[in-house]
């Protein structure tokens, strides 16, 4: 089962054709990834990041359908690759069932002095469970 | 004579009715003071920052008019008040010679602690000097 | 009773000092405003902005103290003042009990022109009622 | 000759690591795009939307190094693929001669009905001419 994030789309996302600017869909996906390490791996960014941090290496998103204001988007991440350093995942945005953008992005995890790191027991247990039950 | 810091209204400024999202005028306020820093007393944020900061204590923003996609503002900085521990500035906006909005802010400075105190000399020098020849 | 909208400080939010960027508190307001009318008015903004707007006419905030990543902010918006063309709100943020800044704006309804406006029965109503309620 | 866009690195691009925070790279990217229609084709964003628009079909980005505050990028813009219906563009991000991000992204134009259509003269000449001088 994907982390679901719901997202309204609301005044602030939208441009002057009505529509969702797309930088404002990078704000509503580490939105979601912000919330899927509270929810479900147990290690909020707040903490998290007095350690480490988690930066996103690479993220490449095709827009299917514009999204509109008031618009009552889902966004459900879905684990594509866990290694030791690193947790690709997909993020699929729907409005009831049509699909508005889907993103494909990879994570690694940096360590208190900004270089690449394994993860630590905290993060990569809990991903690795999600990753297995998920794919 | 204000510190003139020109800004092209751009399609990230604007909202569904085509015209700056009034969160957006803060962001151009918060960069004219960047500017200003790093033109007028020349100290740039990024090397303040590293010992203390500017933190924004309050603002007041009257708009008078809207701004659409594709005007050129001109951001007009002027003193209003310069103490041991604060500076009290007015941003004016106009394109042309018409009036956007004005704002009126107060900024304080904190040392490395997060607690107020007084302005460094490299910064109360200048900043002292631009009061008196403005003003 | 004041209309309650909470928002916890996201990543997003947060400047390099780690506090809220304050334009971000500007979205915080706005969202907050757009939460009111969906929830307390009945008339959503993406339902409003079909016929007219609700532009922000004046806005004053004072910071009282800094927001940090993680914490629960509670956005209340109380009623300052109701008139046939303008209302203006209050919003005292709160984290736990301590305050982090005041709001003061007016808003005023345009119609489809642009133009200033009385407000319309579907909005006046509800906005009255709440006025007089709360204040 | 790629198009060349300056981008100094703000205060507001920031996050609490100090470096970029990675959604601000997308509106730095809509920027130079938008740049790059004003100066090199010839057909600002804002007289082109009064009749069209040029959504942005899908985009992807590597991330080769942080960002940090003070930093001066030059965003440089090269054409990958031109077609009737669709601009394919390169932006590399550099920092002296530091490679920053890359991100790829197509472009495609729709008319005032919202719907895909082929380039208007006006803007596939200069377009088909940056494609020829520069691949």
Redesign the interface.
């Known amino acids: 089962m994907p982390y679901e994030y719901p997202q309204k789309v609301?005044?602030?996302h939208?441009?002057?054709?009505?529509?969702v600017?797309?930088?404002?869909y990078?704000?509503m996906?580490?939105?979601c990834v912000?919330g899927f390490f509270d929810d479900v791996i147990g290690v909020?960014?707040?903490?998290l990041?007095r350690e480490g941090?988690v930066?996103?290496?690479?993220?490449?998103?095709?827009?299917h359908k514009?999204s509109?204001?008031?618009d009552r988007l889902v966004l459900n991440l879905s684990p594509v690759r866990f290694t030791a350093k690193s947790f690709t995942l997909e993020i699929r945005a729907l409005c009831a069932d049509e699909a508005r953008f889907t993103s494909n992005s990879t994570l690694v995890y940096v360590g208190s002095n900004?270089r690449a790191a394994d993860w630590p027991d905290a993060i990569s247990t809990p991903l690795k469970q999600f990753s297995e039950v998920t794919l």
Chains 1, 2, 3, 4 share one sequence.
């Open positions: 609301l005044f602030k939208c441009d002057p054709a009505g529509i600017f797309y930088p404002r990078f704000e996906i580490n939105d912000e909020p960014f707040e903490v990041l941090g930066p996103t290496a690479d993220i490449s998103v095709k827009f514009p509109f204001h008031g900004g």
